[in-house]
């Protein structure tokens, strides 16, 4: 069947990788390394060993090109991978444009969205290594959702840090955690002296991830039994999720196609990086490919951030990692797309901007909502807030080739469905989102206590 007549191309299961793909092996320029927050001096392992299991510590410095997935890993990526990808036939004719549309959705897994692909195999090292324990952050909620139902598989106990503003958005994430198993409290709490600090200081606070990663990273410092676990920004969760684009490129082949762009959603960097980065050898290898990072104007690490030595956190507990960041003691405003709401960006993401090898863009709320509405409407799927922002630059793509009168071919990633964000489309339906704009203003006074290194 030809590309033309297929709505759902699915991979089969026996084609499911059994490699991800790291880019640190083919990257023109190496990262800078991170540094200790106390010493400021090059990581050892010896200094994330408290905190992180010792495979991903592994993973983290690898410059192998494929890192296996463990057997155990595969056989639970096998309840909904390979994860299909659609074209979007009825959104193409909506748009009236000539250009391909197809995208990877990641909304068929248990927990609805992309993360699943790294909870998994972070609890099983964990658990391989005798943790018990596990804390960590979340913002719109999917990352925690996903961390509870990993350890709950691996029958390891989970602690989840979720932002205030989101926590109050979005109370029906919070539910499903805690069905799974996990428990989740709103951060800043008064359960860790960060939490605390910051509600005598900031009483009305919404929220940071940062905030949330201080009190994450607190926790599992306190006990022996615990670790701590990260659901976005670094190298290892990067390298989890290349597993959605190692599928695209299969599935492109079945159809006989390739992408002139791809798109997806960036906040701390893990679902762009998930389709984008399998594609980077290509691009070195001279391939036109674009990849487009788009970020939310209330939250623009890439476009208006610096690129900076910066703690992962408020406290300064996390190693300092050269990113583009806004500053760690930024607040973001209460955007309804919570998992975009990071100061800092993926180091490798940075990196790969910082040397060309992709590009960036920032839109609205309203604009990114106007497009969900409309690929829900002609695609029949509700999507989250954040993937919204990729579906909006890939409208703006399929519309700019129709005016230039061109043929492309535009794959985006679909990171998560909104069946739990009806709160945020209810107040866009009655016009109370607002456009939230980060000025230079804000940026200059964020900055003002980035680390001096």
């Not at 499911?16 to 392992?45: C, H, S």
């Not at 989101?166 to 805690?178: A, C, G």
Request: proline share 7%.
């Amino acid at each position: 069947m030809s590309r033309e007549e297929l709505t759902k191309i699915i991979l089969p299961e026996d084609k499911l990788p059994k490699f991800w793909y790291n880019v640190q092996a083919d990257m023109p320029n190496p990262l800078a390394p991170g540094l200790n927050p106390q010493t400021k001096q090059p990581l050892t392992p010896a200094d994330l060993e408290p905190i992180f299991a010792r495979e991903l510590i592994l993973q983290e410095v690898s410059t192998e090109r494929y890192i296996e997935i463990p057997s155990e890993v595969r056989e639970l990526y096998k309840q909904y991978r390979p994860a299909p990808l659609f074209r979007a036939h009825r959104l193409e004719k909506a748009l009236d444009t000539p250009c391909r549309i197809y995208y990877k959705y990641e909304g068929v897994s248990p927990v609805g969205s992309h993360k699943l692909n790294s909870a998994l195999p972070q609890v099983f090292y964990n658990k391989i290594q005798g943790i018990k324990r596990i804390t960590t952050e979340t913002g719109a909620g999917q990352w925690g959702t996903a961390l509870s139902l990993a350890c709950k598989h691996f029958d390891v106990e989970a602690m989840i840090y979720m932002v205030r503003v989101s926590y109050n958005q979005k109370p029906y994430r919070r539910s499903i955690m805690e069905l799974y198993g996990g428990k989740c409290v709103s951060s800043p709490s008064p359960l860790t002296k960060a939490g605390r600090d910051v509600l005598e200081n900031y009483p009305d606070t919404p929220g940071t991830l940062a905030i949330a990663i201080s009190e994450a990273v607190e926790d599992a410092i306190s006990r022996d039994d615990t670790n701590y676990s990260l659901g976005s920004v670094l190298n290892h969760v990067c390298l989890h999720q290349t597993i959605i684009g190692q599928e695209v490129k299969l599935q492109m082949e079945m159809v006989d196609d390739y992408p002139d762009i791809v798109i997806g959603c960036c906040g701390g960097g893990s679902n762009f990086a998930g389709i984008a980065l399998p594609f980077i050898p290509d691009k070195l290898a001279g391939s036109k490919v674009r990849l487009l990072g788009v970020e939310p104007a209330a939250c623009p690490t890439m476009t208006k951030g610096v690129f900076a030595y910066d703690y992962g956190d408020v406290v300064g507990y996390t190693p300092m990692l050269k990113m583009y960041t806004l500053g760690h003691d930024f607040t973001p405003s209460g955007i309804h797309a919570g998992g975009l709401r990071y100061h800092g960006e993926s180091p490798l993401v940075s990196q790969l901007y910082h040397d060309k090898l992709f590009e960036a863009t920032a839109v609205k709320q309203n604009a990114a909502f106007a497009a969900a509405m409309l690929f829900a409407q002609n695609e029949g799927i509700v999507p989250a807030p954040e993937s919204a922002h990729a579906i909006c630059a890939a409208v703006d793509e399929a519309l700019k080739a129709k005016e230039e009168g061109v043929t492309k071919t535009i794959v985006f990633n679909l990171s998560g469905h909104g069946h739990l964000d009806l709160y945020s489309y209810d107040r866009y339906l009655s016009g109370e989102t607002e456009d939230i704009e980060f000025s230079c203003e804000d940026l200059e006074i964020s900055l003002k206590t980035l680390p001096q290194v």
